[in-house]
């Protein structure tokens, strides 16, 4: 039996009290020997408030922040505190989604050891559909697809990698990378820390018998029930980031290909908000553009030594 002592939860929170009182407390209650840090990227005053009050309430550490690290400066910031008391084992759980006590425990056993290694649970949506069962990117194109299209793809050159809404993460394997890369801010940071965990010689597990819940709705979209974009940071750094990756892990050929499909991948992420944004058009419009405009910058005018 994997020690439970020896696990810190690590929430990246913005102005996602609600989701935390609803999601967190249940897994966190239900894993008293575990540590919980809630990294608050300053929203509010009142937010700050509000975690404050529900941390004090749970017994939890709250990491308060005076400005917006993005995602992977809040889990950095969040994994560091949870080193310095002495724990090894890391779950990250974004705000929207839950886990319960015995699928954390298959995922502590999964990381168990001294190899670096890190694991994923199958994770549904609200609905009970399969929201992640692992996914693949393509290196033909920058695209980013589920295991399933890899099976149908089997020719296809692809490098996989692990969601970051439920991931477990040992010691090995974060001290093997130094962390998440902060330049990212919001997106494509999973898929930098998977490859580089691989490129590091650790393992990536899809953890099947493990389930969490992930209702990607609460913090990805803009606040209106009767059109369903994401955010204009989702478009945004969707887009850009997919550049950014490329610039930082990839050789100067694979760059280019992706830099000339460039339109076709930001017409995809705008699309994923559905046709009847597009009705009102201006916001989601121009974050696809200022996305695209910054990756092609990153393309032609960051310095590229690999390959």
Known sequence: MVDESTLAIVVVNYGSSALLERNLVAASRALPAASVYVVDNRSTAEEAELITALAAREGWFALLQTENLGFGGGVNRGVEAARAAGRTRHLLINPDASIDAASTHLLLEAVDGDEAIVAAPLVEDG?????????????DDGSTHGTAWAGRNPEARVRRWL?????????????????????????????????????????????????????????Q????????????????????????????????????????SSRTAAREVLL?????????????????????????????????TRG
């Not at 999973?190 to 709705?217: C, N, P, T, Y």
């Not at 050929?253 to 992706?258: C, F, L, P, Y």
């Not at 009847?276 to 990153?298: H, N």
């Open 127 to 139: 609905a009970g559909r399969v929201w992640s069962a692992g996914h693949v990117l393509d290196l």
């Open 163 to 219: 969601t970051g809404a439920a991931l477990m993460i040992n010691d090995a394997a974060w001290t093997a990378v130094g962390g998440f890369d902060e330049e990212y801010f919001l997106y494509w940071e999973d898929v930098d820390f998977s490859m580089r965990v691989e490129d590091a010689g650790g393992r990536l597990i899809l953890v099947e018998q493990a389930k969490a819940v992930h209702d990607e709705g609460g913090t």
């Open 221 to 260: 979209g803009i606040g209106d029930p009767d059109v369903h974009a994401k955010s204009p940071l989702y478009y945004y750094y969707n887009i850009r980031n997919r550049m950014l990756l490329a610039q930082k892990l990839l050789d100067s050929e694979t760059m280019r290909r992706w830099d000339a």
């Open 272 to 304: 994923r908000g559905g046709r009847r944004q597009l009705l009102r058009p201006w916001r989601p419009l121009r974050a696809v553009w200022r996305g695209w405009r910054d990756g092609r910058r990153i393309a032609r005018s960051a310095p590229h």
